[in-house]
């Protein structure tokens, strides 16, 4: 009876057997439909507006310190040119006062070493010198000081033995040379010129700095020509005894005006050094000399 059980569930089974799957037509795509939910715009919005707002802000404190940077350097650009400019006075104004200090003290020098001077004169004399050695640097206007002194004592129509004129004592060869060089017309009275005998001395002299480094072969030049140059610097006997006394009192009297320069100078003129017609004129007196 089990197997008779068995045998008819078998049976029963076999007739429940499966179905095939329904096919379906080639081609067939069965639609999906996907459903998209809106959500807000306004926080994606709000953040692009963030973000432009901060992205503006960012390039104005870009500009805004650029700004800054650029008025920083105009204000230092401009506090340095008023350095410099302030630095240029004062130097500009310490130059003139020294620049006044030596005239002075060379005018002075200059009333002392001939009372025939007058304080006019004496000033003029100092200022053409002063001003020649601006013209030709290597020169110190010491030196040129001190071969006025020695040579005429400041005496602008002093004539030599040997035929050299003027303040600083130039022979008419040397002197025609000079002229030609400075572009003059040479006569018999450009020696005695202040000016021009001034200049001219200060062009020969800075002519040979320019061929000896030593100021005893550019004094020994000057004062008896190459020849007694040429003596003086092989120490033979034939140099001119005034030469040879020339070159060490023109050099001495040079160190002791820069001594004397060094330590600071009397501006101020004694009264012997006065000028006594200047010093007697009262305005008075020059109203009626006027009239």
Known sequence: ???????????????????????????????????????????????????????????????????????????????????????????GIAFDSQRRQLLLGMRNEILKTSPRVTLAEAYEYARLALEACEKYPALDPLLLLAVGVVESGYDPLARSPADARGLYQIWPSTGRLLARALGWNYDEATLYDPVKNTEAAALYLDILFATYADPQMVLAEYNGGPVNAGFFRAGARALAEETKNYVPRVLALHARLKDEFAKGIDVHVELQQRDGQRQARTLGAAAAAGR
């Open 1 to 91: 009876m089990i197997l008779n059980e068995q045998g008819g569930i078998l049976h029963d089974l076999n007739e429940r057997r499966p179905r095939p799957a329904a096919t379906r037509p080639q081609g067939y795509t069965r639609s999906r439909t996907i459903v998209v939910r809106h959500g807000s715009t306004w926080p994606a919005l709000a953040f692009v507006f963030l973000c432009g707002v901060l992205a503006a802000i960012v390039l104005m404190g870009h500009r805004v310190v650029r700004g800054l940077d650029a008025r920083d350097e105009e204000s230092s650009a401009a506090m340095a040119r008023v350095e410099r400019k302030l630095q240029q006075l004062e130097s």
